[in-house]
């Protein structure tokens, strides 16, 4: 990483890319970093960043760079030292597995003690928290109601000790257990091997591990839980799911089970679902980040990041990205609600059992769908997935084609969600069928994979039912101007071309972003030398071409100018021409 502690004698700078004159530091001798992208310098002290942090920079971005190269790489933090000889898996470490040096703390933990932003998040008394508020507020943040105040919830959760969910729900029963240094599934634990896992004393574990994705809505557990009255009422998926369609999602009940110093790195719940999360016992500990445009983009770069593991998502926002999350202590009895979309990370500081569930609204409309495309961007396992989503969406046309609700309540984000939803449902439509978007061919494998999605009676009428539902969800404000693509007509599919394949880099040419419809997408490496930004499948907005030899993505930008092909040239990348 190119760091400087004194200015270069043959320059005279007076100020940095980030500061003037007058405001630049004072000592001659303050230190410098440079942009890897740009080549840009900045005073460390205008970055935000600390001296010491400059020594872990891999390959610094600033924060226009960041916006279409990625944020800022580090090296892994160094191993903590303790009372504790933790054996270390050198046989992963030669791999480039760093979190194998760690068996009991994600390599993250230690940012934990770092400046976080104020927590502001609303303190609800349990009556307060209701359907009402939420379409008046539009559950624009997480909301706390505190042990003392959930009174009014009208909500009922046993104090559940983990051995007592292990011999409710079944000692035998297969759970997923997730390791917390490597983030990874752990095989082959039930439910009684978990419960005599978490009963062992800190001191005598030899890794500390997670549960956080035990659905128990269909077991005996479930016949003594009652999710809060709001969430019940705000439950898109109990409003819009047809008895013919048969249950619903498996998605409502969550038994959550931690022991002390697990840490699950960020996220967003699946479908940018909202959550309603309930400390049974324990503590717990959240960082939040805001589901702006702007995070969301980062979100899905980091994700698609292969340096994700190393790389701590609040530095991707900007070099003081702690200070853009908000840090929120649960205690025992507390009871909190995650809206839609937000990115956030845990902490369990002492051993803890929760019980909660994600549900879909009617508020969140347009977050939901957009988290839904990052999901298969991001290429998410479909497990990871909110089940049986698109059906949701269409049973949801339906159902307000049929009941055709108020949609006033509040400030109308429902209103304003179902015509989001209604486009998006056309859009989807019309690529079943194989009409071009933009310009852009729709593969044979994504029209089956949209088609697929549709449930088998409205497949023939998909389009159509799409239109009249944003005809009538217009006619609720008719002084507004007619969405335009209403005003299109009816367009027979594209004809198809023999082959389909990526396009080659022939000249300089900008990937498709358009997200793939099939589950079994294809994979590519992006791989810039230049720059260094890499990444499976990462495409950050970019004009990018491909090698011809290594097949590898690269930034058109990046290359010099003498390098770009013309029309109908092969490109070569610098890697593989110094291979002649």
């Avoid at 001296?51 to 226009?64: G, P, Q, W």
């Avoid at 969430?231 to 048969?246: E, H, I, K, Q, T």
């Avoid at 059906?391 to 084609?401: G, K, P, T």
């Amino acid at each position: 990483m190119d760091h400087k502690r004194v200015k270069r004698e043959d320059e005279n700078w007076d100020h940095c890319a980030a500061c003037t004159a007058d405001t630049a530091p004072k000592d001659p001798d303050a230190p410098w970093i440079q942009c890897s992208p740009c080549h840009s310098w900045f005073h460390v002290q205008c970055v935000d960043l600390l001296d010491r942090d400059i020594t872990r920079i891999k390959s610094y971005h600033c924060d226009k760079c960041a916006e279409t190269r990625g944020p800022t790489t580090y090296h892994p933090p160094p191993r903590e030292s303790g009372r504790r000889r933790e054996k270390i898996d050198y046989a992963a470490l030669n791999m480039g597995d760093t979190s194998a040096a760690h068996t009991h703390q994600h390599a993250h933990t230690p940012y934990l003690t770092r400046t976080f932003a104020p927590d502001h998040f609303p303190r609800l008394h349990g009556h307060e928290l209701t359907s009402e508020y939420a379409h008046s507020a539009g559950l624009k943040t997480p909301v706390v109601v505190p042990a003392e105040w959930n009174e009014g919830l009208d909500m009922m959760v046993p104090k559940l000790t983990v051995r007592q969910v292990a011999e409710t729900v079944g000692e035998d029963v297969p759970v997923e257990v997730m390791d917390v240094p490597t983030q990874s599934s752990s095989p082959g634990w039930t439910l009684g091997s978990w419960a005599d896992y978490y009963e062992t004393p800190a001191t005598e574990r030899d890794r500390v591990r997670n549960v956080i994705s035990l659905e128990i809505s269909q077991s005996e557990l479930a016949k003594d839980i009652v999710r809060p009255k709001f969430v019940r009422d705000l439950d898109w998926v109990n409003m819009v799911w047809p008895s013919s369609a048969g249950p619903v999602p498996e998605v409502q009940l969550y038994c959550l089970m931690s022991v002390s110093n697990a840490f699950t790195d960020f996220h967003v719940d699946f479908a940018a679902s909202s959550v309603w999360y309930h400390v049974v016992r324990g503590t717990k500990t959240f960082l939040f980040v805001p589901p702006t445009p702007a995070n969301l983009r980062k979100y899905e770069l980091w994700c698609l990041s292969s340096d994700q593991k190393k790389t701590w998502y609040p530095y991707t926002l900007s070099s003081s990205g702690s200070t853009q999350c908000v840090k929120v202590e649960l205690q025992e009895g507390d009871t909190m609600c995650i809206p839609s979309g937000w990115i956030h990370a845990v902490y369990t500081p002492t051993d803890s059992l929760v019980i909660g569930g994600n549900f879909l609204t009617p508020i969140n409309i347009p977050t939901q769908l957009e988290l839904a495309r990052i999901e298969v961007r991001t290429k998410v396992p479909k497990k990871f997935r909110f089940p049986r989503f698109q059906e949701v969406l269409w049973f949801a046309a339906e159902y307000y084609l049929r009941e055709k609700p108020a949609l006033g309540k509040g400030k109308g984000y429902e209103r304003m969600g179902v015509e989001v939803l209604a486009e998006y449902l056309w859009v989807r439509a019309r690529k079943a069928r194989g009409v071009m978007e933009k310009g852009k061919e729709v593969s044979e494998k994504d029209q089956k994979g949209i088609r697929e999605s549709i449930p088998g009676r409205l497949r023939d009428k998909a389009e159509g039912l799409a239109r009249e539902l944003g005809e009538w969800v217009h006619s609720l404000t008719p002084d507004e101007p007619l969405p335009e693509w209403l005003t299109i007509e009816e367009e027979a599919p594209a004809k198809k071309r023999k082959t389909e394949t990526r396009p080659q880099a022939k000249k300089p040419v900008k990937k498709d972003d358009t997200e793939s419809e099939s589950e079994e997408q294809d994979t590519w490496m992006f791989d810039c030398p230049a720059c260094g930004t890499k990444g499976e499948n990462l495409d950050d907005g970019s004009a990018m071409i491909m090698c011809e030899r290594c097949q590898c993505w690269m930034h058109v930008d990046c290359l010099p100018k003498e390098k770009v092909p013309g029309e109908g040239d092969d490109f070569i990348c610098s890697r593989c021409g110094e291979e002649r």
